[in-house]
């Protein structure tokens, strides 16, 4: 579906990445901001100018980064909801040409409560679906640079990202496992409630 979108990828992809650097910019501009500000304490009356300046140039190239990132998270949301709605509108297109080409046998063997689930809340779960893999995108991303910016900062403190984060990720991939197990029996469970529910508005 997005492959007659590539402007959209692309551009959600170059949005995604300049916020990254940008962030991790931020970061290190901080440390030089602060770095510069002890500076200027401790500098002789003489320098007290040069400091300065160097100060303020880093207060605007921060301003500049910080701002940089908001515009590029609100162009990279924009660009996300546009996706999603290429990808929900094409599934269900596709899904109800799929229906109106299949044989009469096929919709006796299926149950219509199970086929209203199909055409409606699966595709709507969809867009939950698609959301859910765009953000782990951005957050990739976004924790990429951040490895970076503590790499660059101190690489004792990236050697202990390394070694604490997988050991704090596994617990939640299992408990993401049995949730995902779960779901499908959600799933099961709610076409046979509105087969319920059209029985008895068929008894009606």
Known sequence: ??????????????????????TAGTILLIRDFLGG???ARSAANGTAH??????WTVVLLLFVAFLG????????RVTEQRIVKVIEL??????IRQ?????????????????IQSVRQDVTQLRTVTLAV??????????????IAAIV?????????FILLPLAAAPIFFVARRTLALAFGVRRKGGVLLDVILQLLHGI
């Open 1 to 22: 579906l997005l492959r007659d979108e590539p402007r959209l990828v692309a551009r959600f992809a170059i949005g995604s990445l300049g916020r990254s650097a940008l």
């Open 37 to 39: 500000a002890v500076g």
């Open 90 to 95: 094409g599934t269900m297109e596709r899904l």
């Open 50 to 55: 040069a400091a300065d300046a160097g100060l």
């Open 69 to 76: 990132a908001a515009l590029l998270t609100y162009d990279t």
């Open 99 to 115: 229906l109106l080409g299949l044989s009469v046998g096929f919709f006796d063997r299926r149950t219509h409560g199970d086929l």
């Open 134 to 147: 765009a953000n782990l995108a951005l957050d990739a991303m976004q924790a990429a640079a951040l490895l």
């Open 153 to 161: 900062l101190s690489p004792a403190l990236a050697l202990w990202a």
